[in-house]
């Protein structure tokens, strides 16, 4: 009877796994903060991908650790890029078996880490990062990329990457824009997976969301649908149940939430001193995010979800 009156149910079809790709390595890495998530090469990227297609989640999401950074952060539209090489292998192996997304962003390819290009006074300058984050969708939409994600919560980026995939004939992709991104502390295992530290002790609190802000969120969102999101995100997910409810009841594209790096860790440290019974803590979570109003979840814990799904 519980199982029939269930209000939220999880499934691996409303999984998406995060996967790094790290140029110039022969071997994949662990990321210590992450057990169980690598920095791949592409050809290991490759191979876990199969995997996750084989347990049935449809669909990855990709992010770059380039060897060389810059100012301007050029690893992350060249066509040599390593997501780009990457998104070109994952397209002639899988087919059409998952959705590629890819993260666009410039963090993980600038010197100084920020997510747009700097002005003569160490400022973001959102309207040139805006050019940029178009070359960033064209070349990923170029070597396959279904989906493209700006992560970067510069102003109207989502029209500036709408407009430069029409303008190179690249009307189909898609925009999942992570339209409500938090400053948040929980990203800290994502910055050692990715390699990035923020130059000067910075941080992203002025283009990131303030986390004690619920309705500025609604507002983020709509922009970003009024400039042509296909999907819009909220992220982190846990400590913002209440804006995944809001967004939800706000509009009708579909939503995915975030589950970033700091809250699966957590529930692997506890875990592992014995503390919280992992799986289980893991489902509740991925649970509480579904009925919140999320139809899907950016996960590490995309694998074995899946696998407890399936048991
Ligand atoms: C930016 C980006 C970040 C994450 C995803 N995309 C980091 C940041 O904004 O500092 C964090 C994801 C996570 O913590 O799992 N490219």
Request: hydrophobic share 45%; proline share 5%.
């Amino acid at each position: 009877m519980r199982r029939l009156v269930a209000e939220a149910r999880l499934s691996v079809d409303d999984l998406v796994a995060p996967i790094f790709v790290r140029e110039g390595i022969e071997e994949p890495r662990p990321v210590a903060s992450l057990p169980g998530v690598m920095q791949h090469t592409v050809a290991s990227a490759v191979k876990e991908a199969r995997h996750l297609a084989g347990l049935g989640i449809p669909g990855l999401i990709l992010f770059g650790v380039p060897a060389t950074k810059d100012p301007s952060g050029s690893g992350a539209f060249a066509p040599s890029g390593v997501v780009q090489v990457a998104l070109r292998e994952l397209r002639d192996e899988l087919g059409d078996e998952m959705v590629l997304m890819a993260d666009l962003c410039l963090d993980e390819y600038t010197d100084h880490g920020h997510c747009g290009v700097l002005d003569g006074s160490g400022r973001v300058d959102n309207d040139r990062t805006l050019e940029l984050y178009g070359r960033v969708a064209v070349a990923q939409a170029a070597a396959g990329a279904d989906v493209v994600a700006p992560s970067g919560m510069m102003d109207g980026q989502v029209r500036a990457i709408r407009d430069a995939l029409d303008g190179a004939g690249h009307p189909e992709v898609a925009i999942l824009a992570y339209a409500a991104k938090y400053a948040s502390a929980l990203y800290g295992p994502f910055r050692e997976a990715v390699d990035v530290s923020i130059a000067g002790g910075g941080d992203r609190r002025s283009y990131q969301l303030d986390p004690r802000n619920r309705r500025e969120a609604r507002l983020e969102v709509a922009e970003d649908v009024a400039e042509g999101a296909d999907l819009v995100m909220v992220k982190p997910a846990l400590a913002y149940l209440d804006v995944i409810a809001d967004v939800r009841a706000a509009v009708d594209v579909p939503l995915a939430a975030y589950h970033v790096s700091g809250e699966y860790a957590m529930v692997k440290a506890a875990a592992e001193r014995g503390w919280i019974d992992g799986p289980a803590v893991l489902r509740e979570h991925l649970t509480a995010i579904r009925r919140a109003g999320a139809d899907l979840v950016l996960t590490y814990a995309a694998a074995e979800l899946a696998e407890a799904l399936q048991a």
